[in-house]
């Protein structure tokens, strides 16, 4: 049972654009979402995090969008750059208690030049 | 900046073969993480540790066990290792106070022949 889903393997954008990456999860329980990406042969880099209790947090070229009722979570990052291209992965866990973090599968992101 | 070491990078080994997976942090961190993962797949939880003498199993059976005798260090060792155990073994650590962010080291590629 997967709890949290990337349901695009891959992602292709030119350089310049705006790269959307997506991410659903099931268990209601999370209440803390992060963004990391990975290159080949180096372990995963984390980007941006955010809280439940918001519903947006930026950081740079990079800003992360949460829709609680929709059990979605999203990725922005704009203007694309060539050095983006990498796997992201999504991730999700409790603040307390169990502190766990659950993964998706990720998605590769190719930025064309 | 995480300071987060694994050692090695690569290993190629054979059947039957007793292996350790070094790692270790420089941060102090009392919590400290093993996640595998497999090519296009997410990232597995098989074991993580509150602090010294604490160990627990993660998400993920293994056949692999780890110790935490000292707190910067978090070794991960198969007595017997097997192709199924052909993977990439990342380690990772995250602050005291939660919520936090993992970091990761890059990881070791084992490979099983």
């Known amino acids: 049972d997967q709890q949290v889903k990337q349901n695009s393997p891959s992602l292709s954008v030119q350089e310049g654009r705006i790269s959307i990456l997506n991410c659903d999860y099931t268990?209601?329980?999370?209440?803390?979402f992060l963004w990391y990406k990975k290159y080949p042969a180096e372990g995963p880099t984390f980007l941006i995090s955010?809280?439940?209790?918001?519903d947006k947090n930026e950081d740079g070229r990079f800003t992360v969008f949460l829709n609680k009722s929709a059990k979605h979570l999203s990725l922005h990052i704009v203007p694309s750059q060539p050095g983006d291209s990498a796997v992201y992965f999504c991730?999700?866990?409790?603040?307390?208690?169990?502190?766990?973090?659950?993964f998706g599968t990720g998605t590769r992101l190719t930025i064309i030049p | 900046e995480a300071d987060i070491y694994q050692t090695p990078r690569y290993l190629v080994i054979g059947t039957g073969k007793k292996i350790t997976l070094e790692c270790s942090q420089t941060?102090?961190?009392?919590?400290m993480y093993w996640y595998q993962q497999d090519p296009g797949m997410e990232l597995h939880l098989i074991h993580y540790?509150?602090?010294?003498?604490?160990?627990e199993k993660g998400d993920l059976s293994s056949e692999s066990t780890v110790s935490r005798i000292r707190t910067e260090h978090f070794p991960l060792t198969l007595e017997s290792a097997r192709p199924s155990h052909t993977s990439q073994y990342l380690c990772?650590?995250?602050?005291?106070?939660?919520?936090?962010?993992?970091?990761f080291g890059n990881g070791t590629r084992l490979t099983v022949t």
């Open positions: 540790s509150y602090g010294v003498n604490s160990t």
């Open positions: 941060m102090g961190h009392d919590k």
């Open positions: 268990n209601s329980m999370f209440d803390y």
């Open positions: 991730a999700a866990g409790q603040s307390f208690g169990n502190e766990k973090l659950t």
């Open positions: 955010i809280s439940s209790i918001k």
């Open positions: 990772a650590s995250r602050a005291n106070r939660g919520p936090s962010p993992l970091h």
